[in-house]
């Protein structure tokens, strides 16, 4: 039996309960609404950008504990980051919870992929990858410019 | 009346063997197979295969033979007055879509009404809602009451000489409330309407007499009722039928085709264009078998304790909330757990090899109404004991103390 410890780790389960950045943004450079239609859950992605450079940047929603945690996680990261490197941690992200292949990431970004460690749990668990990447895919979504359809997961 | 032995069911249930200590609470997205009907279907296939209604061969009138007797035993199960009135079709949502689609735009028109329960499952929904689309029709939704039941005043309340169609679920997936059906059709019939029953939940438990109960369209799913998937029922009045057009067109259900026009079989070959599922409908019939030798009496009996035994058993975990189902209620239960989203849930219950539903349940109207994403899901079948319900209120507590500690 998989040890369900590997999945919902602690730092999973207090993201989950007590999600960082959930919060609108009052006026937003980007937006972009995501939806999972297997289960439901919505998630909304506010973008503040200054040039290049993620400002500020927030979630909405509802959804289980790994897409809230997925969320508040990828908020925590992401601010401050250029686009460049948000690309470059969504990428490698989506290639260890897919089980794709992992390319490098520059030095400078190694502590925030090992901030999203916890969460390549999901990667035991085919039914629940769609829920950590979620709120990525809505973050991409936003950056080309908010897509008037909410982006979905299937 | 002898109660059912589920235990002993299990050894014809092979998923049990190669799936050892499995809790399976799934039964009402789909039913595990019996051996006889795995076998039988692979036995038929062996024997007896060819195309049917086709060829002067004697193995072509065998297949045949299997297949309309397959139709007799569907009818007898029903017992509906005429074998010609059982048509099979996919399941219950190909069902429904070829009233919508062929009885629909022949019998309704612009300012007509249909009405649907806030119970249905989106295959009960979404074919009126296109269909009302299509011929501005307008789409009438009747409301359960807060126990969770069908709220009879009120439809009957909704109903008026507009009203042309009345298409309920005889038990609603959800929260296995049952409708009063009968009393639907009565109030249904006097306003002219017709009545259309999604039998997909009723049928594997309980006995379902379309004569008694006066409805003009019932239909169901072979894979829930322990038959193959790809096969089901729809059974509709004779003179309703007759007076429908083809819905789809092409091989089988035609009787003369020239290059200017073509003349369609009487029902039910008008409605199966095409080679039809003919292995399906062998499997279907050793199913149906299935059920009747345990008797549905039996079977309904053995549920109905269950159920009452699983409302008893969860309502006792604290923060858990048990969706409410009306006064009569057969083999489907959900919950949510306070705090902790359903597919946490049923990734846990998962884990604890308790196999249920989480999700919205195709029931998305009712999910909404509710204010809630979706829930837990446990169904039953005949092969289910207290021992699964115990196992599952135990994985349950686990999850609680997992993510409420």
Redesign the interface.
Known sequence: MIDLRDLYQDIILDHGRHPRNFRPIEHPTHTARGHNPLCGDRVTVYLALEGDKIADVSFEGRGCAISTAAASLMTEVLKGKTLAEARALFAQFHAKVTGGEVGDLPEALEEDSERLEPLTGVKAYPARVKCATLPWHAFEAALKGGAAEPVKTE | MKPLDPKALRRQFPVYQNNPGLVFLDSGASAQKPASVIDGVAEFYRRDYANVHRGVYQLSQRSTDHFEEARETARAFLNAADVNEVIFVRGATEAINLVAQSWGPEFVKAGDEIVVSDLEHHSNFVPWQMLCQRVGVRLVVAPTDASGGFDLAAFEALLSPRTKMVAVTHVSNVTGAILPVERIVELAHAKGAKVLVDGCQAIPRMLVDVRALGCDFYCFSGHKAYGPSGIGVLWGRYDLLAAMPPWQTGGGMITQVTLERTEFQEPPHRFEAGTPDISGAVGLKLALDFIEELGRDRIREHEEALTGYAIDRLSRIPDLNLLPGGQRRLSVLSFNLD??????VG??LD?HGVAVR???HCA?PL?DKLGI??TVRASFGVYNDRDDIDRLAAAVEACRE??LR
């Open positions: 705090g902790i989203h359903p597919h946490d990734t846990v884990q989480v999700g919205h998305q999910m994403a979706g997992m993510f």
